[in-house]
């Protein structure tokens, strides 16, 4: 199946651009596929980020308030 793209120009520092140009040559693949690659990896990280907090929000509706500090969360799982 063929994917339409659309092209986005960024400027980058001159430094990043020379590694990124390394690395697409090491690998044996175009600039833009390691772009897009980094691009679809931050756009994930960015939807399970929001993902984790609707969840967070969900949970501390649902609890009452009821919340634990980080050393008490520490102590109960017993990394303390």
């Given at each position: 199946?063929?994917?339409p793209?659309?092209?986005?120009?960024?400027?980058?520092p001159?430094?990043?651009?020379?590694?990124l140009?390394?690395?697409?040559?090491?690998?044996?693949?175009?600039?833009?596929?390691?772009?897009?690659?980094?691009?679809?990896?931050?756009?994930?990280?960015?939807?399970?980020?929001?993902?984790?907090?609707?969840?967070?929000?969900?949970?501390?509706?649902?609890?009452d308030?009821?919340?634990?500090?980080?050393?008490?969360?520490?102590t109960?799982?017993?990394?303390?």
């Amino acid at each position: 199946e063929v994917i339409p793209m659309q092209t986005v120009t960024f400027k980058a520092p001159a430094a990043l651009i020379k590694k990124l140009e390394k690395y697409a040559r090491s690998e044996d693949r175009s600039k833009s596929h390691l772009v897009r690659k980094a691009v679809e990896a931050f756009v994930r990280e960015m939807e399970e980020d929001a993902a984790d907090y609707k969840l967070a929000m969900k949970r501390l509706q649902e609890s009452d308030g009821v919340t634990h500090s980080w050393e008490e969360v520490k102590t109960m799982c017993g990394l303390k």
